[in-house]
């Protein structure tokens, strides 16, 4: 599940930057920051990894992982808010993940704007559910297919030893990014993901920056908080957060079986 689209992702953050730009009546001086990096410093690789290497064993630990999961349950919290820290439309609700593809979402809660939670929060739910029952999407998988990788070091992250990659996009394409992926070291998970579109989204939407991280429940690595900030003109800057708490997380009984068809 870490080598997620990226559609459903970015696209509803249009949403979230075009809707909020015009409900709010008057002009921000908010100036855009880079989204916070690790300050951890970076060291250099083992001579013994590489890049192609690197990339076949996230694929082939995440194909071991996507074949165990069998459900999830979180409580998830939708916000969009201004650098001051006023909340504009909220939703929060229980989301539910079975195998091989069925998400459904209860809202237990909204409030602020019901024309950003029409228009934006609303969309990026439906967007989510779409991507998880297999419908085709705009290829954005973060693969070779898509991106150049250029190995950067290792990395600590939180407790995880992480290998730091550079990816770069194969095209200008707004459903993919350019920017940083943190790979779990012992794991072959991604940690985290952080950088902006390939692409400028609109003529109103200046810049855009997101950070994904990732956590490890039961041996599945799964979102823990995604933030996007957007730059519009005239209109300074708001923020897309989703909190993940996570109630349930339960393992197919054939996990074994997958791990070792993932490894011939």
């Not at 969309?123 to 190995?151: C, H, M, R, V, W």
Request: a neutral charge.
């Amino acid at each position: 599940m870490t080598t997620m689209k990226f559609k459903s992702f970015l696209a509803a953050f249009i949403f979230v930057a075009m809707i909020t730009a015009v409900v709010e009546a008057k002009a921000q001086s908010y100036r855009v920051e880079s989204v916070v990096d690790i300050q951890a410093p970076v060291q250099p690789l083992p001579s013994d990894i590489n890049g192609s290497q690197l990339l076949a064993e996230l694929a082939r630990h995440d194909q071991v992982r996507n074949a165990a999961l069998l459900a999830y349950t979180e409580m998830r919290t939708y916000q969009v808010i201004d650098m001051a820290g006023k909340v504009h439309a909220q939703e929060s609700g229980q989301m539910e993940y079975r195998a091989p593809g069925k998400m459904t979402f209860v809202k237990t809660s909204e409030g602020g704007s019901g024309l950003v939670r029409r228009l934006a929060l609303n969309q990026l739910i439906a967007s989510e559910i779409e991507a998880a029952s297999g419908k085709p999407l705009e290829d954005s998988a973060i693969t070779p297919a898509n991106y150049t990788f250029e190995l950067l070091g290792e990395q600590q992250v939180g407790p995880n030893r992480c290998f730091l990659v550079w990816a770069t996009p194969k095209r200008a394409d707004k459903y993919l990014f350019e920017g940083k992926i943190w790979i779990d070291a012992e794991e072959y998970a991604i940690v985290r993901v952080a950088g902006h579109p390939a692409k400028k989204l609109s003529f109103w939407i200046e810049r855009v920056n997101f950070v994904r991280d990732f956590q490890r429940i039961d041996g599945f690595w799964l979102p823990q908080k995604d933030q996007t900030f957007v730059q519009v003109k005239l209109y300074g800057q708001k923020v897309l957060t989703i909190e993940h708490q996570y109630s349930a997380v339960s393992r197919g009984t054939n996990a074994e079986e997958a791990a070792q068809n993932a490894g011939n």
